[in-house]
């Protein structure tokens, strides 16, 4: 059970708070490892070319050393087309654009999937990345079909968009569910219709209002009633308990309202983007790699089993909102994301070439408590760690 900790955060006269729009300074070492770790990775990814089925999308390891595949409909699906993506942007090698329209043929269909809260995962990645990259106006279709897809699960009453279906609660709303609203503040801004990025804004103000304990840790699931919107309860599923700070869950609040503050400017995102920072970089049990604990409050600590999937989401996040803060917060930020980027591209986490299933890192955690994907690589690490060295190079000066 976590002890209910309270982190002092300086706040920054709000003239300060605007957008620098500022880059750290290059680290040169990190910058010759971010290259050969992303050309390591685009060897990898060539390798599971080769290996995955034609059919499915790779999403882990199973327990007997197998990979582990999916189909369109897990929301894992949209994550290994949208590496592809990112390792043609580096590479300009073919192969990788060709890779990514195959799959991504896979997952087309998903544009109609109104039983997901995860459309953003599962299309946005892949189909925004591929509109990014090749300009090409056919993906804007397919987004926005997404987008009004994920539009039907919102509850004004409730003012959240539901994650789940299944389990005996009412109205379930995860916190990886900021994740999302990045593709609806898109849609806005495409088809001119303030409806999609106005259910995201609320979702995130409902959230940022119920999810979010005093110390900026999250709860991993809140229950709404769906007539009154009351909140019946803050549980978790894939945490240590309803109580605990569930690493890959603070890595989603903080990459969320990060995109948020990118997408409407409002300084009520960055702030709690800020403030979710100072949680983590804070935290006593941040390990000295800064690869996290599973779970912060871990009863094994500091044996327990580390989340590189975390590492990776909150990396890219830092970086990007070091661009956002006054110099000195934003120095502290990039330089955490050095250090946790340091750490995934050492041998501790980084796989070995044509090993790991071809998977780029080792040792992150999908769902303890159910023992699922346990200590073993996850599609979206490897995403969100290639996008954060891709912004690494980028922004670095």
């Known amino acids: 059970m976590r002890k209910n900790l309270f982190f002092t955060v300086l706040l920054v006269p709000a003239s300060l708070m605007q957008s620098y729009a500022q880059a750290g300074k290059a680290d040169k070492a990190l910058l010759a490892k971010a290259d050969a770790t992303l050309q390591f990775a685009a060897r990898q990814y060539k390798l599971m070319m080769t290996h995955v089925p034609d059919t499915v999308?790779?999403?882990?390891?199973?327990?007997?050393?197998?990979?582990?595949?999916?189909?369109?409909?897990?929301?894992?699906?949209?994550?290994?087309?949208?590496?592809?993506?990112?390792?043609?942007?580096?590479?300009?090698d073919p192969a990788f654009k060709n890779e990514a329209l195959k799959r991504m043929a896979l997952v087309k269909k998903e544009?109609?999937?109104?039983?997901?809260?995860?459309?953003?995962f599962m299309m946005y990645c892949p189909f925004g990345n591929a509109l990014r990259i090749t300009k090409d106006t056919v993906y804007k279709a397919i987004l926005l079909t997404s987008a009004r897809s994920l539009s039907t699960r919102f509850n004004p009453t409730v003012g959240c968009i539901k994650s789940w279906d299944h389990g005996t609660w009412k109205f379930p709303v995860i916190i990886d569910n900021m994740m999302n609203l990045e593709l609806l503040?898109?849609?806005?801004?495409?088809?001119?219709?303030?409806?999609?990025?106005?259910?995201?804004?609320?979702?995130?103000n409902t959230t940022m209002k119920h999810h979010f304990r005093p110390d900026y840790s999250s709860y991993h699931v809140v229950d709404y009633d769906p007539a009154t919107g009351a909140v019946n309860e803050r549980k978790t599923h894939q945490g240590l308990a309803d109580s605990s700070a569930w690493a890959r869950g603070q890595a989603w609040g903080l990459y969320g309202y990060t995109l948020m503050y990118r997408d409407t400017k409002d300084k009520a995102y960055l702030e709690q983007a800020r403030h979710i920072a100072d949680f983590i970089l804070n935290n006593p049990h941040m390990p000295a790699d800064l690869v996290p604990y599973w779970d912060y409050d871990a009863p094994d600590i500091p044996n327990a089993l580390r989340d590189v999937s975390a590492a990776s989401v909150a990396a890219s996040a830092l970086l990007e909102l070091s661009r956002y803060t006054n110099k000195a917060d934003g120095k502290r930020y990039w330089?955490?994301?050095?250090?946790?980027?340091?750490?995934?591209?050492?041998?501790?986490?980084?796989?070995?070439?044509?090993?790991?299933?071809?998977?780029?890192?080792?040792?992150?955690?999908?769902?303890?408590?159910?023992?699922?994907?346990?200590?073993?690589?996850?599609?979206?690490a490897d995403y969100y760690f290639v996008e954060a060295l891709l912004r690494y190079k980028q922004w670095a000066k």
């Open 57 to 92: 999308l790779p999403r882990s390891t199973s327990k007997d050393g197998s990979l582990m595949t999916s189909n369109s409909s897990w929301w894992t699906s949209g994550f290994y087309p949208g590496t592809n993506w990112y390792l043609f942007e580096y590479t300009k």
């Open 111 to 120: 544009q109609y999937n109104t039983n997901t809260h995860d459309l953003g």
């Open 185 to 204: 503040n898109w849609a806005t801004r495409e088809s001119g219709d303030k409806r999609f990025a106005d259910i995201a804004r609320i979702h995130a």
């Open 335 to 380: 330089n955490v994301a050095e250090k946790m980027l340091t750490s995934l591209c050492s041998p501790a986490y980084l796989a070995k070439e044509g090993e790991n299933n071809n998977f780029i890192l080792m040792h992150s955690v999908g769902h303890l408590p159910a023992k699922s994907e346990v200590d073993v690589p996850l599609t979206y």
